[in-house]
C-alpha cells in the first residue's frame, strides 16, 4: 500500500527520505573533500591536480550517474503504480549500463583528458592518475542504481548504513594510505587515493546487490531476471541520455572555465583551486535535495495525484534555505577561520578572504535551489527541456563567464561572486518550467 504521506507529498514524507539522503550525500562528499586536504597536505601540486582531474572525471562521472539515477524515477513511478514484478528487470538494465560505460568512458576520457591537460605544470602526474579514476568510474552509476532501487521505495536504512559504513573505510584507508605511498612520490600519494576509493565503493556495490538477489526480492520484484533486454534497456536509458547531454555540456561548460582560469595568475589558479576543493563537498545538500524530491514526485506522477504537485514544491526550498542558512556560519561569518582550519599551509590576501568566500556560499545557495525545481524536470521525464538548459548553459555559463574574466578584467576574488549569478539564472529557468509542467498535469486531471 502507498503511505497517505505519499500520496500528498507533505513535508513529513519529505523529510523521512531527505534527512537519510542528506547524510549519505555528506558521507560520500566529506571524503571527496578529505582526500583533496590530505593530497595538499604533502604537495600543494598534488592537490591542484587532483582537483583538475576531479572537473575532468565529472565529465563521465555525473553523466553515467545522471542515467543511472533515472532508475529512482522509473522504480518510483512503478512503485506508485504498485508493478512490483517490473522493477527487478528494470533495474538490471542499469545494472548493465553501468558495467557496459567502461568500454566508452575510458578511451572518451583518456582522449578529452589528455588534451586538456597538456602543458599544465601538473601534467606528469594528472594524466596517469585520471587513467585509474576513469578505470573505476563504473562503480559510481552501479551504485547510484542501487541505492536508487531502495530509496524510490522508501526503504533508506540499508542505503544509510551501507554507504556510511563504505565511506568510513574510504577515509579510514585515505589516511592510511595516501600519506604512507606519498613518501614514494606525489604520483603515487594519488594513487592511495583511487586504492581507498575502489576497495569502499566495492564493498558498498556488494552489500546492496546481495540484498537484491535475496529470496525476498526475487519473489516481490523479480530481481534474478537479470537479461539484457534490448528495448527494455533503450526505453529506460533513452531520458537519462538526454539529460547526461546536460550534465556534460554543462560539465564541459565548467571545465573551459576551469581552463581559462588555470591559465591566468597563479592568483587564480589559487582561489579556484580552494574554492574548488570546497566545492566538491557542499554539493552533497543538493544531491540529497534532488533525490528526496524527485522521488516524491515521481510517486505524485505514478498515483496521478497531480493536485498535490505544486505543495509539493514548498518542503524543499524551505529545507534547503534553512541548510545553506548554517552553512553561512563558516563561509561568512568566520571565512578567515574557515581557511585557516581547511588550509593551514595555504596563504591568501587578507583583502581576498571575504569576498572569496561570500562568493562561494552564493554559488552553493543558488546550486542548491536549483534542484529543488530539477526533481520536477527528473520526474516528468521532460529531457528535451535538460537537454536544451544545457546548450543554454554556454551562453549562460562560458560566454558570460569569458566575458567577466577576458574583457571586464574582473580579479580572481570575484570569480565565485560573478559564478553565483550564472547559477541564480538557472534556478530561475527551472522554477518556472516546473511550474509550467505541474499546471499542464492539471488540465489532464480530468482525462487521468
Given at each position: 500500500?502507498?503511505?497517505k504521506a505519499?500520496?500528498t507529498?507533505?513535508t513529513k514524507?519529505?523529510?523521512?527520505l531527505?534527512?537519510?539522503?542528506l547524510l ?5 562528499s566529506l571524503?571527496?573533500m578529505?582526500?583533496k586536504?590530505?593530497?595538499?597536505a604533502?604537495s600543494t ?6 582537483v583538475?582531474?576531479a572537473?575532468?572525471a565529472?565529465?563521465?562521472?555525473l553523466?553515467?550517474?545522471a542515467?543511472a539515477m533515472?532508475s529512482?524515477v522509473?522504480?518510483?513511478q ?8 517490473d ?9 548493465w549500463?553501468?558495467i ?7 578511451p572518451?576520457g583518456?582522449?578529452?583528458g589528455t588534451a ?13 592518475y585520471l587513467f585509474w579514476?576513469l ?7 552501479l551504485?547510484t ?6 530509496i524510490?521505495?522508501?526503504k ?21 594510505i595516501?600519506?604512507?605511498l606519498a613518501q614514494?612520490?606525489?604520483?603515487w600519494g594519488?594513487?592511495?587515493g583511487v586504492?581507498?576509493t575502489?576497495?569502499a565503493q ?13 529470496d525476498?526480492?526475487a519473489k516481490?520484484y ?7 533486454r534490448?528495448?527494455l534497456?533503450l526505453?529506460?536509458v533513452?531520458?537519462g541520455?538526454?539529460r ?6 554543462n560539465?564541459?561548460?565548467w571545465?573551459?572555465?576551469?581552463h ?6 597563479e592568483?587564480h589558479?589559487?582561489v579556484?583551486?580552494i ?5 566538491l563537498?557542499?554539493p552533497?545538500l ?10 516524491i ?12 504537485l505544486l ?6 526550498f524551505i529545507?534547503s534555505?534553512?541548510c545553506?542558512?548554517i552553512?553561512?556560519?563558516p563561509?561568512?561569518l ?5 581557511l585557516e ?11 581576498m578572504?571575504r ?5 562561494l556560499w552564493?554559488?552553493f ?17 521532460d ?10 548553459g554556454?551562453?549562460?555559463g562560458f560566454l558570460?563567464?569569458?566575458l567577466?574574466?577576458e574583457?571586464?578584467g574582473?580579479g580572481p ?9 550564472m547559477?541564480?539564472?538557472?534556478v530561475?529557468?527551472?522554477?518556472f ?6 499546471s499542464?498535469?492539471?488540465r489532464?486531471?480530468?482525462q487521468?
Open positions: 500500500m502507498i503511505s505519499v500520496q507529498g507533505k514524507e519529505f523529510l523521512t531527505f534527512f537519510p539522503v549519505i550525500a555528506f558521507t560520500s571524503y571527496l578529505v582526500e586536504l590530505l593530497f595538499g604533502f601540486v598534488a592537490m591542484e591536480a587532483a583538475a582531474v572537473y575532468i565529472q565529465i563521465f562521472q553523466s553515467t550517474v542515467i533515472m529512482q522509473f522504480i518510483g512503478q512503485y506508485g503504480e504498485k508493478n512490483w514484478k522493477m527487478g528487470p528494470c533495474l538490471w538494465q542499469y545494472i549500463f553501468s557496459l560505460s567502461i568500454c566508452i568512458v575510458v572518451a583518456l582522449i578529452y586538456y591537460l597538456k602543458g599544465m605544470p601538473f601534467e606528469e602526474i594528472a594524466t596517469p579514476i578505470l573505476i568510474n563504473f562503480l559510481y552509476p551504485g542504481a542501487l541505492s536508487c532501487f531502495y524510490a521505495q522508501g533508506t536504512r540499508l542505503v544509510l548504513f551501507s554507504s556510511i559504513s563504505a565511506q568510513v573505510l574510504k577515509v579510514g584507508l585515505a589516511y592510511l595516501i600519506p604512507a614514494i612520490s606525489p604520483l594519488l594513487y592511495g586504492i581507498s575502489f576497495l566495492s564493498l558498498f556495490v556488494l552489500v546492496l546487490f546481495g540484498v537484491f538477489l535475496r525476498k526480492y516481490l523479480d530481481s534474478r531476471n537479470f537479461g539484457f534490448l528495448k534497456f526505453s529506460c533513452h531520458p541520455l538526454l547526461a547531454s546536460n550534465r556534460i555540456l560539465t564541459l561548460c571545465t573551459s572555465i576551469t581559462m582560469i588555470i591559465t591566468k595568475t592568483a589558479l589559487l579556484f583551486s574554492g574548488g576543493v570546497i566545492f563537498f557542499l552533497f543538493s544531491d540529497a535535495i534532488c533525490q528526496a524530491q524527485t522521488v514526485v515521481s510517486r505524485l506522477v505514478g498515483a496521478k495525484n497531480f493536485s498535490a505543495g509539493a514544491l514548498r518542503p524543499g529545507c534555505t534553512v545553506i542558512g552553512f553561512g556560519i563561509l561568512l568566520f571565512p578567515g577561520i574557515t582550519v581547511l588550509f593551514p599551509k595555504i596563504s591568501l590576501d587578507p583583502e578572504i569576498p572569496v568566500f561570500a562568493g552564493a554559488s545557495a543558488f546550486f542548491t535551489w536549483l534542484y529543488v525545481p530539477l526533481g520536477y524536470i527528473l520526474a516528468f521525464k529531457m528535451l527541456f535538460s537537454a536544451f538548459m544545457g546548450v543554454f554556454w551562453f549562460n558570460y563567464m569569458y567577466m574574466i574583457q571586464f574582473i576574488k570575484y570569480f565565485w561572486l560573478a559564478l553565483s549569478l547559477h541564480g539564472s538557472n530561475l529557468m527551472y522554477y518550467r516546473a511550474k509550467w509542467l505541474c499542464r498535469a492539471l489532464l486531471l480530468p487521468a
